[in-house]
C-alpha cells in the first residue's frame, strides 16, 4: 500500500509543477511559445487594417500580417467559437500610391449640369 501511496503523491505532484517549469522554460525561450513558431523566433508583426460587424459575435476582418514584400493580407471571419480565413491577398506596398494616383489622375466625369447644358444646346431637351 505505501508504495503505491507514494507514487499517487509523486503523480500529483509532478502534475502541479509542470505548468510551472513550462512557464518558465518558455520564459528562457528555451521551449517555443506557441507550436507553430521555431525555438527563438520572433513573432510576426501584425496589424489589424479593419473590422465589420456582421452581427452580435460575427466580424470580418482584414489583418495585415508579415513585413515588406513577405507581407500578407488576411480576411478573416471571427465569430465567439473559431476564426476562419476567408480570403489571403499579398499586400504590394505600391497599391496604396497606385490606388491614390488612379484616384489623382482620374478622367473627370462631368456633372450633371454639364450633360444637362450640353443637352440643351444639341436641341435634345
Known sequence: MWPTLILVVLFVAAMAVL????????????????LGMARGAAPLPSQVLGSLSIGPQQRVVTV???EGDEAVRLVLGVTAQQIHCLHVLQAHRN?????????????????????????????NV
Not at 505548468?19 to 506557441?34: A, D, G, T, Y
Not at 489622375?105 to 444639341?122: G, H, K, M, Q
Open 19 to 34: 505548468p510551472w517549469l513550462v512557464r518558465r522554460l518558455q520564459h528562457k525561450n528555451l521551449l517555443p511559445r506557441s
Open 64 to 66: 495585415l500580417v508579415g
Open 95 to 123: 497599391s496604396a500610391q497606385s490606388a491614390h494616383s488612379f484616384v489623382a489622375n482620374a478622367p473627370s466625369t462631368p456633372s450633371f449640369t454639364d450633360s444637362l447644358a450640353r443637352a440643351r444646346d444639341s436641341g
